[in-house]
DNA sequence: GACGACAAGTGGTATTGACCACCGGGGGAC
DNA sequence: GTCCCCCGGTGGTCAATACCACTTGTCGTC
C-alpha cells in the first residue's frame, strides 16, 4: 500500500533471489531505481535489516544475511509451526464440550463464572505421529454451530477469522516444564511422567478483547524451542538526569 | 551520543514519571522544545513505541503504555534476569576445572578436541533459594586465571568484558523439557525427577567468533518463561511476482 | 613487489517542508 | 437541551538535501 512497504517487499523479493552475503544495491541506487526518496528506502531496510533479512555494513554495503532462525514467538497456529519445520500437521479431536466456566476459566477469560464456554481438545500430530495436546477455551456465544468436524478440517485461526469475523493480534504466553501424566501419556503415546513442555496461552482482539484460553503439552523429546538471543539495549542515560530535572523533560 | 539516542532518554525519563495511559507531549512540541526535527523525534519514539513504552493513536496522541511483559528472549545473565524478577540473586561455585574439550565441545565452540576448555558450574539462588545449575564452557585461554571468587563476586559477562575484554553480543538458545536427575535433584534440593528446563546457549562476540556454550538447568516450580506474541508479518506481495520479473527487482 | 595515501562510494544521522487520514471537542443548528 | 458538523491538532508518510564516519579499491610512491 505505502511506498515504504512496496519497497520493503521489492527488496524482499530480491533478497530471496540472491545467495546469503550477496550485496543488495545501495540505498541511493534503489532509491533512483525505484523512485522513492532515500528515507523511504532506509524505511524499508530498516524493517528487513530488524527482522534478520539483512546486514548492513557501514562503508561497505547491505547484504543478504543468513537465513534467521526465529527470533522472537510469534503467534503461529498449531499448522503454521509445524510446516515451517518441515512437518506436516494434523489433528485428531479429543473432545469436545460446553460447559459453564467456572471461577477460574471465567476470570481468564473475563466473563461470568455461569457463562457457557468451548472446550475442544485436540491430538496435534506431525508427520503422523504424535507431537501435542492442546485444549482451546473460548466462550461459546464467540462460535456459534462449531463442529470437531470444523476444527479437523481447518485451522481454528482462519476459522474464527473467516467465519466467525474475530482477528486475533496478539496474545500472552507462559512456558513451563511440566511430565505428562495417564491421560495425556495415553493420548500421546509416551511413557508415564515424560518430560514435556506446558503452554498457556491467552489471546486477545483488535479491541483487546480476550477471545480464548489454550492450554498445550508438547512432547519434550519430538519439540525444542529454538531462539536468537540479542544483547539488551542498555539506557545510556546520565544517572542524576531524573535529580537535576523537576519540571518536565528538559 | 546522537540526537535520536539523547531524545530516546529523555522520553523514557518523562515516560518513567507519567502514569499508563497518559499522553507525551506531541512530536511537534518535543522536536520544538528538544531543538530536533521532527524525523529525529519520530525515531526515537519509534524505538520506544516498538520496545513497548508508548502506543501511538492517530489522530490522538502518543501515550504511555502499560508496563510491557518481555517481548522477546535477550542476552541477560541470570544476575539481571533474577533482579528484574524481583529476586536477589546469588552464586556458588560446584566445580571448576580445566580439561580438553572432547568431540563434542570442541565442535560446538569451534575449537581442537584437544583444546583445554574451562568448565565452571555454578548453583545459581534467588533470594537464598536455590533456582538453576548453570554450566560454563570457554576456551580456557581465553580466560587465564580466573578463579571461583571472580565467577561468585561478579557477574561472568561483566568481567568477560572488563577483564577480559570479550563483549558478546548476541546468540543462539535452545529450550527444553526435561527432569532432573541424581546429582541436579542434590544439588537444587529438589525430588529426583522434578521438572525442569534445560537451557544450552552459545554465544558469540562482535567479531562472530564463539564465546561460550552454556548449560543451564532451572527449576520447573519456580521458573517460568512469559513472553508477549506478536501476529506474524505478512508478505502482502503478488503471488507471481517472481515468475514475471526476471531482470532484478523491478 | 610492497606499502601507503587518497578518493569514491556506502550506510548513519539530521534538517526542513509538505500533505494525508484520523480523532475529539467545541460550537452551531435544531 | 441535544445532536451533529467542522476544524484544529495528532500521528503517518514522503521528498529533497546535507554532512559525517567508515570501508574499500586504486593509484602512486618507494
Redesign the interface.
Known sequence: MTKQ?ETR??????V??LDVGEAI?SERQLSA??GVSR?TVRAALDDLAR?GYLVRRRGAGTFVSEPK?A??????SFT?DMRSRGLRPASETLELRVSPAGARLGRLLRVSPSEPVLIASRLRLADGESMAIETVHIRASRVPGLTARDLEQHSFYELLDERYGIE????????????TDEDESEALGVPL?S???RFE?L?HSQAGEIVEFVESIYR?DR???????????E???ARN??AI?HD???
Do not use: C, K, W
Open positions: 512497504s517487499d521489492l527488496v524482499l523479493d530480491l530471496e533471489r544495491p531505481d525505484l528515507l527482522e532462525i527470533q522472537e514467538l510469534t503467534m503461529t503454521d486475533i493480534v496478539g496474545g500472552e504466553q507462559t512456558i513451563e516444564p511440566t511430565v511422567h518430560p514435556a513442555f496461552r489471546t519434550g519439540y525444542r524451542l529454538v531462539t536468537a538471543l540479542n544483547r539488551p539495549r539506557r545510556q542515560r538526569a531524573r530535572s518536565g523533560y528538559h
